[in-house]
C-alpha cells in the first residue's frame, strides 16, 4: 500500500478488510475477523459463517454511506473506518439504518480507527476500537487458523498490519516540546546554523590532514589512508589501516572532535589482543576505551592536540606514531617476513574477518 501511495486511504483500507471479514473468502482464516470484534465489544456469539453478505460504502435512507455493513445469519455489523479524517460522520443517521436491518437480529455497531477513541453520546452507539488493539487480539488468535491460512494472503495481511501501524507513528510533538521550539525560533535556526558551519569546518580539518601526510615513505609495511565523518555527532575521523601479513591488519585512527584531537587503534584484521600486543611492543601506551572494547586509546606522551591545533604539528604528530607503530623492535626487524615470525606463536583461528566498504565505523 505504502509502494501504491495509498496508506492512508480509508475505502483502500475498507476494501482489505472487507476480504478478511468474508469468512468463505480464500485467506483461509474464516470467521476470525468478526470473531475478534465481538470479543473487542465485549459480546459472547458464535458467529454463523454460512451465508455472509458484506456491502462496501452503503447508502442510508438519507443519502449517507457507512464504509462496511455485514450480515450473517444470526447478527449484523456496521463499521465506520477511520484513518485520519475527524469524527463529522452522521453517527445518528448510521445508527437508526442499522437498527432498521436488524430483523430481530443482534447489532453491532463499531468505530474502528487509527487513533484511540473515547466513547461518547456523540458515537450514538458505535463502539470505539483502535487499529492497534483490534490487531493485537488478530495475532493473538491467529494460531488457531494455522492449518487452514493460505498464502500469500498471510503475507499481504501482515503487510497491511505493518502499514496501519506506521501510520500509527506519532507525528505531534508534546505542547512543552513544541512551545519550545515555537518561543525560540531565531535560536534555533540560528543554533542549526552555527552547527552546519561548524562541521564544515571540521571536515576541512579532516580532509587537509588526509592531503598532507603521505604514508607512502613512512614503512616497508603497505599502509592505506581515508577519511569517515560520522551522520549524528561531531566526530571525524582520519583512518590508516596497516598491512602486517595476510591475516593481521591494525588500523590507526585519528578522532576530531570540538574537545581535540586524539588517537585510537582498533583491529582490521585479526583480533584486539594482537594489537594489544604489537603496540606494547613498540612501547605505546594504551588503555581500552570506555565506549568499545575493541578500540584501543592511546594515553603515551602527546597524546591530543587542541582543536586548533596548527596542520603541520597535526602532520608530524600522525606521521610520528605511524613510524613508531610499524617500527622494529629489539627482536624483530624491520623486515616484514622476520618481523612476523614471532607472532606466529598466536592462535591464528581468528583471522580473515572481512573488510567492510567503508574501512572506519564506530563499531570496527
Known amino acids: 500500500m505504502e509502494i501504491a501511495g495509498y496508506p492512508h486511504f480509508e475505502n483502500v483500507c475498507s476494501n482489505i478488510l472487507s476480504f478478511y471479514l468474508q469468512p468463505s473468502n480464500e485467506h483461509g482464516l474464516g470467521t476470525l475477523f468478526l470473531d475478534v470484534l465481538v470479543t473487542l465489544i465485549g459480546e459472547k456469539i458464535e458467529i454463523d459463517g454460512q451465508g455472509v453478505e458484506i456491502r462496501r460504502e452503503e447508502l442510508t435512507g438519507n443519502g449517507k454511506r457507512i464504509d462496511l455493513v455485514i450480515e450473517s445469519n444470526n447478527c449484523i455489523f456496521g463499521i465506520e473506518n477511520k484513518i485520519f479524517a475527524g469524527l463529522y460522520n452522521d453517527f445518528p443517521e448510521y445508527s437508526r439504518h442499522l437498527d432498521s436491518l436488524s430483523k430481530g437480529h443482534k447489532v453491532y455497531k463499531i468505530l474502528l480507527s487509527l487513533r484511540s477513541v473515547q466513547q461518547s453520546p456523540q458515537l450514538c452507539g458505535f463502539y470505539?476500537?483502535?487499529?492497534?488493539?483490534?490487531?493485537?487480539?488478530?495475532?493473538?488468535?491467529?494460531?488457531?487458523?494455522?492449518?487452514?491460512?493460505?498464502?500469500?494472503?498471510?503475507?499481504?495481511?501482515?503487510?497491511?498490519?505493518?502499514?496501519?501501524?506506521?501510520?500509527?507513528?506519532?507525528?505531534?510533538?508534546?505542547?512543552?516540546?513544541?512551545?519550545?521550539?515555537?518561543?525560540?525560533?531565531?535560536?534555533?535556526?540560528?543554533?542549526?546554523?552555527?552547527?552546519?558551519?561548524?562541521?564544515?569546518?571540521?571536515?576541512?580539518?579532516?580532509?587537509?590532514?588526509?592531503?598532507?601526510?603521505?604514508?607512502?615513505?613512512?614503512?616497508?609495511f603497505n599502509i592505506s589512508p581515508g577519511v569517515w565523518k560520522s551522520p549524528k555527532d561531531f566526530t571525524n575521523?582520519?583512518?590508516?589501516?596497516?598491512?602486517?601479513?595476510?591475516?593481521?591488519?591494525?588500523?590507526?585512527?585519528?578522532?576530531?572532535?570540538?574537545?581535540?584531537?586524539?588517537?585510537?587503534?582498533?583491529?582490521?584484521?585479526?583480533?584486539?589482543?594482537?594489537?594489544?600486543?604489537?603496540?606494547?611492543?613498540r612501547d605505546i601506551e594504551v588503555e581500552t576505551s570506555v565506549e568499545s572494547t575493541d578500540w584501543l586509546v592511546y594515553t603515551g606522551k602527546d597524546n591530543n592536540h587542541p582543536y586548533e591545533a596548527e596542520i603541520e604539528d597535526l602532520r608530524m604528530w600522525t606521521i610520528d606514531m605511524l613510524e613508531r607503530l610499524t617500527a622494529a623492535t629489539a627482536d624483530r626487524p624491520t623486515d616484514i617476513n622476520t618481523s612476523l615470525l614471532s607472532l606466529n606463536s598466536v592462535d591464528r583461528s581468528n583471522h580473515a574477518i572481512p573488510l567492510s566498504s567503508q574501512p572506519f565505523s564506530p563499531s570496527n
Open 128 to 220: 470505539p476500537i483502535s487499529y492497534e488493539v483490534f490487531f493485537q487480539k488478530v495475532l493473538m488468535n491467529i494460531g488457531s487458523c494455522f492449518l487452514t491460512a493460505h498464502e500469500p494472503h498471510m503475507i499481504f495481511l501482515r503487510d497491511f498490519m505493518q502499514t496501519i501501524q506506521n501510520l500509527q507513528q506519532p507525528t505531534m510533538l508534546d505542547r512543552q516540546r513544541l512551545e519550545y521550539f515555537r518561543d525560540n525560533q531565531q535560536n534555533i535556526t540560528d543554533l542549526i546554523g552555527e552547527i552546519d558551519r561548524f562541521r564544515k569546518n571540521m571536515w576541512m580539518k579532516t580532509q587537509k590532514l588526509k592531503e598532507i601526510v603521505d604514508v607512502r615513505d613512512v614503512s616497508s
Open 237 to 281: 575521523v582520519n583512518w590508516y589501516i596497516v598491512e602486517i601479513d595476510d591475516y593481521f591488519w591494525l588500523q590507526l585512527n585519528i578522532f576530531l572532535t570540538p574537545a581535540g584531537w586524539t588517537i585510537v587503534f582498533s583491529n582490521k584484521k585479526g583480533t584486539i589482543d594482537r594489537v594489544r600486543q604489537w603496540l606494547k611492543d
